[in-house]
Every structure is written in C-alpha cells, then in structure tokens.
C-alpha cells in the first residue's frame, strides 16, 4: 500500500507538470510587445476555466483574481522581444526593427513568422547581408547590426514588388521561433522565457488559490504587455494597490549571484533599491520554508516595478523571478527554479 509520501510526491510532480505544460504553450503563442492579444486570450480563457474573474486594462494587460479591491498586485509581463518590417530591400529581402533589446548575433540564422495585417504568415530567416562565406570573406567577423542584417522570404521574390504582390506591408510583426525544449535533466530551454516563466509561475499560483483564494488574500494578478519596451506597468495597477509583487527573470552570469535551480530575489537594479520591508519578508519566507534562494543586485535591469513607480503609482515593489542564462539570447532555467518562485509568491500571497 502506498503510503502519504509516495501521494505527497506524485501531487508535487503533477503540479509541476501543469506549470512547464503552462510554460510550453505560452512560449508557443507569438507575443511581441504590440502583438500580445492571443497570449492574453489564452490566460483568460484559463483563469475564467477555474472560475477566477479577469478584467482587460485599456492597453490590453490581464488582470485576475480579486479585482475589484486588491491590496497586492502580483505581475509579470507576457510580451517578449520581436521585430517589425521596416520595409523591403531591392533584392527582395526584408529590412526590420528591433522590438525590444535583441541580442542580433544569437538571433542570426532564427527562422522567424511575418505575420500580416489580413492574417496571412510568411516564414524567413534572420541573415546578415551577404551571408556566404564562398563569396564574402568578412562574413565572420562583421558587426551584426539591423543595419546590415535582413529578412530572407521563403518565397519566390528578387526585387522589391515581388513583396509588395505577396501583402507583406511596413509594421507587419516579425516573430522568432522559441524552440522551446524541456530536457530529462529538468532544464527549461527556449526564447523569450523573460518572461514566459514568469508568466507560467503566477498563473500557476493563481490558480493553486483559486478565485476564493485570491479574494481572501486581497491579491490581484497582472499580466502586462509592454514590458519589453519600457511601459508595461505604467498603468493598469488597481487603485486600492498598495504593494507590487513582480516577477520576472532572475539574472545568470559573471559577477551576478542567481542560479537557475533558485528564485532571484532582487535588492537592486539599474533603477535603484526595491522595497527593503518586501524583499526582507520574501527571504525570510523562503528561508524558513527551504525556498532555494539568491539575493541578488542586477546591473543592467529594468522592471514593471520600476515602471509602475516612475509612472508615479504610491506602492511598495519587489521583484523576484527564476534564474535565467543567456537573458534576451537562447535562455534556459531549470523547473526547480520555476517551482521556487512559484512556491515564494505563494508563500508571500498566503501571509
């Protein structure tokens, strides 16, 4: 007969199941800032499945769970970084914009989606000018900058109303494929987990306390979707707020203290400190519950959080998220970090 522990573990595989299933289909949904109806739709249908109400801001976010007089709000963003056609080349290539701070040489050679205004898709690749080594000597060494990179259609175009008789028009999305993969050592790999994972991590949360939950608790769940380009959460954030929880990605790399198997908490980013009272409660907590657990200081970061207070919005904040390498390149995490960053909003929402 088996016993509480072995019914105690298989609950715990179950729900981490559910929250990489949550994870894979996000990343699966294009979402570029600009572009995020489809990824909001798809967290509605799920929190109006478990009978959690949700409201639109005008900007398109999502919010869910005690809606109508929160005291914390609980935040990640669901737009990712992406591009937009900026026109097309004599040569039948496309030229592009970046949305949101790409990382150019880890996306040369992403196949990528044009998605057009009337619904019709194309696919392409992500290239520098003149990419073939036979012909051009330089093609290793030089810049990879917007300016000298392009579109490759696969289509049949050589010059410039070849795409113009496609439908193909400037301000059309360009999308890059995630990749997501889950590997049998429990790492997460994928693009644009900043942040997909934190998305999949509160929602998770949301669901675990329930609509009765969410209103006992006062707690309020935001889905933003202009993170990547600087005003995700300038509005939107009820009234009756008075502290901010976001969660976002943790930082992975030289001379920063995350690990991909923890929960970053951070002390401080290029914005300033965050709330000294939250982060000291949520290391607290996560120390007390055996959270694994990084506090951390992030150079070369920006937040909702700090969005939220620079749009002058009277609130605590905090931030914490899942340790994440490569940020805004081919990312990875592990689903222990997914788990214990989900684990601390759920302790800190509880108490």
């Keep these: 007969m088996r016993g509480p522990a072995f019914h105690v573990r298989r609950r715990k595989e179950y729900r981490m199941q559910q929250m990489i299933e949550f994870l894979s289909a996000l990343s699966g949904i294009p979402s570029p800032s600009g572009m995020t109806g489809e990824a909001v739709a798809w967290l509605e249908r799920k929190a109006a499945a478990a009978g959690i109400p949700t409201t639109l801001t005008n900007k398109g976010g999502l919010l869910a769970g005690e809606i109508d007089s929160p005291d914390l709000v609980v935040a990640a963003h669901v737009d990712t970084l992406g591009a937009m056609v900026s026109g097309s080349n004599p040569d039948g290539t496309l030229s592009f914009s970046k949305i949101g701070g790409l990382i150019l040489p880890s996306f040369e050679a992403e196949y990528v989606t044009v998605f057009g205004c009337d619904g019709r898709r194309w696919r392409g690749t992500l290239l520098l000018n003149n990419p073939a080594a036979h012909v051009n000597r330089e093609a290793g060494s030089t810049e990879r900058k917007q300016e000298n990179m392009h579109i490759r259609l696969d289509a049949e175009v050589s010059k410039r109303e070849d795409v113009e008789s496609l439908g193909i028009r400037t301000g059309d999305f360009i999308c890059f494929d995630p990749r997501f993969e889950r590997t049998a050592t429990g790492f997460l790999k994928s693009r644009f987990l900043d942040d997909k994972a934190g998305c999949a991590a509160i929602l998770d949360a949301l669901l675990r306390l329930g609509a009765g939950g969410a209103r006992e608790h006062r707690a309020c769940f935001f889905f933003t979707n202009f993170e990547e380009v600087g005003h995700g959460a300038s509005a939107g954030i009820p009234r009756s707020c008075t502290r901010m929880l976001v969660t976002d990605m943790g930082v992975v790399g030289e001379k920063a203290s995350g690990i991909e198997t923890a929960v970053s908490i951070c002390v401080k980013d290029s914005n300033g400190p965050y709330d000294l009272g939250m982060r000291s409660r949520l290391a607290a907590l996560a120390a007390e519950r055996g959270i694994p657990h990084r506090l951390d200081v992030f150079p070369f970061y920006g937040s909702d959080a700090q969005t939220a207070l ?42």
Excluded: C, F, N
């Design 310 to 351: 620079a749009a002058g919005h009277d609130i605590r904040v905090a931030l914490i998220g899942p340790g994440v390498s490569a940020s805004h390149g081919m990312e990875r995490t592990h689903e222990k970090g997914l788990a214990a960053t989900r684990d601390l909003i759920l302790a800190y929402v509880r108490e």
